[in-house]
């Protein structure tokens, strides 16, 4: 009888033994955690974000809006340009008149602000390809008897410091002529040719158009003259800064080739951007 049931106990000791070996076999490793996974994940590249240098006072290119945004052509533009090179742009308002000065001592890392590429411009900066095409013209008044540049020599003229408007009027007067009134900005000049201070404003003709078009009462007209010399703007970068200057040229080709540059052109000035004229040697914001 005592070994009738020490069999039976065996028997059983060997099924339970055996259901615990087959769950064992059966039984499926835990899935990896969504925070497992992605600690082993490689890691998201990271995306460098540039300061840019802009003096927003220069609509249509560049200038705030009621929010205190800075927005304008060129700030769509480098956006665009940007997202096409794999990086991002974080702008600051910067005054005209150091604006150079916060690029050679590294505050800014780019400049985007209606800067004319120039010889002189070159020896402490590099600039990209050209983004853009301008020319000098003389905002008057309506009813003025000025049909040339060369009417200006004895007038007040109204221009903004530093610009090429500063000294293609300071060639034609004298650089310290005193009928020459300098501004931080050609919106003020304007300004200043509405309340009757000055005979005339020389200035890009992108910013000279947009001010006539959206102040009709100021009644102004436009005169331009073929002694100007034509202008393209460019995206100043520190000297040597060779990488910066690769990739924003490989965003500018991009946008260019892709018809955005022509739809954010037609958007901003209403007519199709002329065919890219090739760079100037030496034609200043």
């Known amino acids: 009888m005592a070994q009738l049931h020490t069999r039976r106990f065996l028997k059983v000791a060997t099924a339970l033994v055996a259901g615990v070996v087959l769950a064992a076999c059966g039984k499926q490793e835990p899935a990896p955690s969504a925070a ?16 840019v240098g802009t003096d927003a006072a220069y609509a249509p290119f560049e200038f705030q809006n009621e929010k205190g945004e800075i927005v304008g052509f060129s700030m769509e533009l480098l956006t665009a340009v940007a997202k096409k090179a794999g990086f991002e742009v974080k702008f600051v308002n910067t005054p005209w008149e150091g604006i150079f000065n916060s690029l050679a001592q590294g505050d800014r890392d780019l400049l985007i602000s ?34 040339k540049f060369d009417d200006l ?13 500063d000294e293609v009027v300071s060639k034609l007067q004298g650089k310290t002529a ?37 102040n009709p009462s100021a009644q102004f007209k436009t005169v331009a003259d073929a002694s100007f010399t034509p202008e393209q703007y460019g995206i100043a970068v520190k000297k040597g800064n060779a990488e910066l200057l690769a990739l924003i040229n490989k965003g500018l080709a991009e946008i260019k080739a892709d018809g955005s540059y022509a739809a954010l052109y037609k958007k901003t000035f209403g007519t199709e951007p002329a ?9 200043s914001k």
């Open 36 to 51: 497992s996974a992605a600690a082993s994940a490689p890691p998201a590249p990271v995306v460098k974000t540039y300061t």
């Open 114 to 147: 209606s800067i004319t590429i120039t010889d002189e411009r070159k020896q402490t900066m590099d600039f990209s390809d050209p983004y853009f095409d301008a020319v000098q013209l003389i905002a008057i008044k309506d009813g003025a008897k000025i049909t």
């Open 153 to 165: 020599k004895k007038l007040k003229v109204g221009v903004q410091t530093g610009t090429t408007g």
């Open 178 to 214: 005193t009928t020459i009134k300098r501004f931080e900005s050609t919106p003020l000049a304007l300004k200043e040719l509405e309340a009757g201070g000055v005979d005339a404003v020389v200035a890009d003709n992108g910013v000279v158009i947009h001010y006539v078009a959206n």
């Open 275 to 283: 065919a890219a004229a090739a760079p100037a040697s030496a034609a």
